[in-house]
């Protein structure tokens, strides 16, 4: 039986400072060469994944944009991407504008993967977010709506507050047309309401990466609300000991935190022959 292993990043694989340490590298690796099968789903994109996961082998395609994108890791080609209609689009724009709110959106331009802001309406929370890719090769700032909601649409990021958000989470999470995560960031305590094509979720990416790549069996590891869907489909699911309530109600069990390399440890136990 061949099995699946699947990782969140942040708060799961990825210690607090955004980085895969030594240890875990190396334990994956080493459980990659013997034959395992172990990819990673994040809501990062490709650029910022590779980095936080440089030193991990690159062997099988990555789930990013939460579910919105699969990517073959060692050339970048896009093996699924699930994208807004322009109907949706122009519907969550008007909601958006009408409460105030300007996000960070992640769309192909003409081809080319942008992430565009509106600087002159930047929250502290999306500065918090900008500043830590400052080096992002995506970033585009533009100046006004018809540039913003621009291109081929995937991922929408709403950072700033409760008291801003919870109207328009209100709305989008009973709308049936899109997948609404609400949450709050683990690094810089904002909180964020993300907007993605209704089937564009991790159990979704997850379930479509298990058939590529011939598996039976799925096991997964996470630590937020964007890793619910991921644990409802999987055969096993280990939260973090830093993972939210919800998760860790519903998971197999609870292993240990991410800082002390939970996942690599649990592998290294379980999985590494």
Known sequence: MKTLYLSDLDGTLLRSDEHISKYTANTVNSFIENGGCFSYATA??????????????EEFPVICANGALIIENKTKELLLVNYFTLDEVKDIRDILIKHEIYPIICAYVNGIEHLSFMECNVSVGMRFYLNSRSDDVRRREVQNEDNLYSGNIFHIYCISNETELEPIHNIFKSDNRVNCIYHTDIYSNAQWCEILPVKATKANAALQLKTMLNCDKMVVFGDG??????FSVADESYAMANAVPELKEIATAVIDSNDNDGVARWIEKNALL
């Not at 990062?44 to 082998?57: D, E, H, Q």
């Open 44 to 57: 990062r994109s490709i650029v910022t994944a590779s980095k936080t996961t440089n030193g991990l082998y």
């Open 225 to 230: 609300r964007n890793d619910l869907s991921l």
